[in-house]
Structures are given as structure tokens and as C-alpha cells.
């Protein structure tokens, strides 16, 4: 029997493999697991498994690339591929050419995922939501100008709120080439200086909805600078645009009535509004007319002119309450000046002389008795009228 190698071995089985067509263009059913996606090559390793067994797998770059989704761990997929021997290691595997998820279609996965990828990046998070204008001056609106939607839209605006600016930007809304558009368009909306921004288009089916629902799309609307209101139109599913914008509206006409203020509900508002500043004016005026006339009399009363009147007014009062008492005083005086002379008067010598009494002086001193009189003495008489003068002949 002859020596032969490893490597002689492994290609042998690898022949053996190899022209069996049992196991060439084969389809296996089977659960991923140990999935790993090598970036430089872009090839995938994973391991496909049923509840008994397990067979490591291999999908190259050229046909990883033309999976519509991301394999996961735990995804239960049919493989579809070939047999064959890994000759360094000796080991045989199956090197996979597709990978269809089992249950849904690859579209469908591959839409899933980008759900779950946006999500855990943050685009659909509440408080990224930014709330819409209550009253914009130019509406943006994304969508093929020759659909029924832009036209929904203007009828919806004309009616509701003529004040705005409409700013319309065509963008392919399906087809090759769409998401670029799309996001194109809402750039352009964006730099237009748009308050709000409408992105969407009519019903369809959903391939012709496709395009709101890549990755592209949903970052444009994440990244414009104003608030975005996705507009596809259908009822029931939620696109990724849908997910992603600041309001999602069920069609094109919903998505202007949300962007727009009802003029009529405006005008009433402004006749409430009209009613509240015209009795707020009132009330302010009579508030000020009141203050004002407060102030005008503190004014007044705080005037140069006003605190000269008050002084001249208490000039006079002094002057009046000077002249009553100087007026007082000159009685008192008066009456005092008349008791005094009365007194006076009663008890004057010559009042006394005027009853019968009279002076009689020597050598003008005023003599109360006869003791200083001699014989001879010459003495002045005075009576109550007129005097005499007299020489001393006796004294007793």
C-alpha cells in the first residue's frame, strides 16, 4: 500500500465532494450561529444548525454583497450553496452563494434590520421630535411636481392658510435614482429657508414606496435643520421615513392640514385677541388716567407755584394771627394803662387836693406837721387850684 499525505487526502475527498451533485447547488435549512462578518475581505463565516447537528459555513465577498439584509445569530434561513473540503484544515463546510431568511422575504429582513440600525443610533428617538411651526411663513414640499400629491397639497394650503409660501422641489419619488433625489430635495428645501418641510408622495405599492425606506432618506431627514413631516401615502405601515420624521402624516393633504393653521380658527382668534387688547387698552387708559391724576395733584401740590401759595397762605395766617395778638396785646395794654391811671388818679395828690385838701411846702419840702414851722416862717400853699403864700403868726 502506498504513503500518501494530508494534502493528498484532504483533495481527494475534495474531488469526491466536488463531482457529487447530491451536494453541489445543494439548499439547507438551518439556524445561524457564530456569525461573523469579516470587514477587510468582506467575506462571512457562521455556522448553519438543526436541533441534532451543526456544519460551519462560508459566504464570500462577491455574494455577501448581494444580500439584501444582514444575517443575524438566531435567524433561521435556507442556504443555498455547495459542499466541499477546507483542505488546510481538513474539514468540510458549505460555501453558501444565498441566504434567504425562512418566513419572510430578504426585502423584508433587510428593511427590519435598517429598522433596528437607525433605532440604536438614535433616529427615531422622542427627543429628537422637533415640534412643528404653529404658524409658518414658507412650506417646503418634496415630491414629483406631476403626482396628485403636490396638487393635494396647494388645494389643502389655498384653503386653509393663503398666507404661506408654498416652495415645491420635484424629486423622483420611485425608481432608480430616488433617494438620491429625495434627499437632494429636502437639502434644497432646507437652504430655501423653509419653516417646515413635506416629504412624501401618493399610495403605491411597496416597491413604489421603496425609496422611503433606505437609509439615505432617513438620515436626510434626521439632518435637515427644520422640522420634517413625512407624507407617504399609505395607511396602515409606518415607513422608515415615517419613523425617522419630526410628525408622520397618512398622506400628502393630512401632511398640509398638520403644516398649517386653519385661517378661519385665526381670525376668530384674532377677534378674540382684538376683543382682549381693546379691553385691556381700557382698562389700561383708565388705570393711567387715574394714576396720571394722582400724580398731577402730588404735581401740584409738590409745585414751586403750589408750595408758594401755601407759604404766602401761611404768611398771611401769621401775619393775621400777628395782628390779632399785637391787636390783643395794645387792649391788655390799654386796659392795664387805664386801671393804672385810675389808681394813679385816685390816689394823686391832686385829686386829693381837688376834695379840699392842700400842700403846704417850706422851702420846697412838703411839710406833714407843724413841727418844723416857726414863728415867721414863710410857707407855699398849694391848693386844688392854684397857691398861695403865707407867713407863720402861730403854730399848734
Given amino acids: 500500500m502506498p504513503v500518501i499525505t494530508v494534502t493528498q487526502i484532504n483533495r481527494y475527498i475534495a474531488s469526491i465532494l466536488k463531482n457529487d451533485r447530491n451536494i453541489q447547488g445543494v439548499m439547507v435549512r438551518g439556524e445561524i450561529s457564530n456569525y461573523v462578518r469579516h470587514f477587510r475581505s468582506g467575506h462571512i463565516y457562521f455556522t448553519l444548525k438543526d436541533q441534532e447537528s451543526s456544519v460551519k459555513a462560508v459566504m464570500f465577498a462577491n455574494s455577501a454583497a448581494r444580500l439584501r439584509f444582514e444575517p443575524e445569530d438566531g435567524m433561521s434561513v435556507i442556504v443555498s450553496g455547495s459542499i466541499s473540503v477546507y483542505e488546510r484544515e481538513g474539514a468540510y463546510q458549505l460555501y453558501v452563494n444565498d441566504i434567504i431568511p425562512e418566513g419572510v422575504g430578504a426585502a423584508v429582513a433587510a428593511l427590519e434590520q435598517l429598522k433596528k440600525k437607525l433605532q440604536k443610533e438614535g433616529l427615531f428617538d422622542i427627543a429628537h421630535k422637533r415640534p412643528i411651526p404653529s404658524m409658518p411663513k414658507k412650506i417646503g414640499a418634496v415630491t414629483s411636481l406631476n403626482g396628485a400629491a403636490v396638487r393635494d397639497i396647494i388645494n389643502v394650503l389655498t384653503r386653509r392658510y ?180 385810675a389808681r394813679l388818679d385816685s390816689l394823686s395828690p391832686l385829686k386829693v387836693l381837688s376834695r379840699g385838701y392842700s400842700l403846704v411846702y417850706k422851702e420846697d419840702k412838703l411839710l406833714i406837721s407843724s413841727e418844723s414851722l416857726e414863728k415867721g416862717d414863710n410857707i407855699s400853699i398849694t391848693f386844688g387850684s392854684g397857691g398861695a403864700k403865707a407867713e407863720i403868726k402861730d403854730k399848734w
Avoid at 394722582?294 to 401740584?300: D, E, I, W
Fill in 162 to 341: 393663503p398666507l404661506c409660501e408654498l416652495f415645491a422641489v420635484n424629486a423622483l419619488v420611485q425608481g432608480e435614482g430616488a433617494a438620491d433625489s429625495v434627499c437632494r430635495g429636502i437639502l434644497k428645501a432646507e437652504a430655501a429657508g423653509c419653516d417646515v418641510i413635506i416629504v412624501g408622495r401618493g399610495g403605491g405599492s411597496s416597491e413604489d414606496l421603496s425609496v422611503f425606506n433606505t437609509e439615505k432618506v432617513a438620515y436626510a431627514i434626521y439632518n435637515c435643520k427644520v422640522p420634517v413631516i413625512s407624507a407617504v401615502g399609505h395607511e396602515t405601515d409606518y415607513t422608515i421615513a415615517d419613523l425617522a420624521a419630526d410628525l408622520r402624516a397618512p398622506t400628502p393633504s393630512a401632511a398640509a392640514e398638520l403644516a398649517s393653521p386653519d385661517i378661519a380658527l385665526l381670525y376668530e382668534k384674532l377677534s378674540v385677541i382684538e376683543r382682549r387688547i381693546e379691553k385691556a387698552t381700557v382698562n389700561q387708559f383708565d388705570k393711567s388716567t387715574d394714576r396720571f391724576i394722582a400724580l398731577n395733584a402730588r404735581l401740584s401740590a409738590q409745585s414751586p407755584e403750589k408750595r408758594l401759595q401755601l407759604t404766602g397762605e401761611h404768611i398771611s395766617g401769621l401775619e393775621k394771627r400777628i395782628e390779632a395778638a399785637y391787636l390783643r396785646y395794645i387792649d391788655k395794654l390799654e386796659r392795664i394803662f387805664a386801671e393804672n391811671t
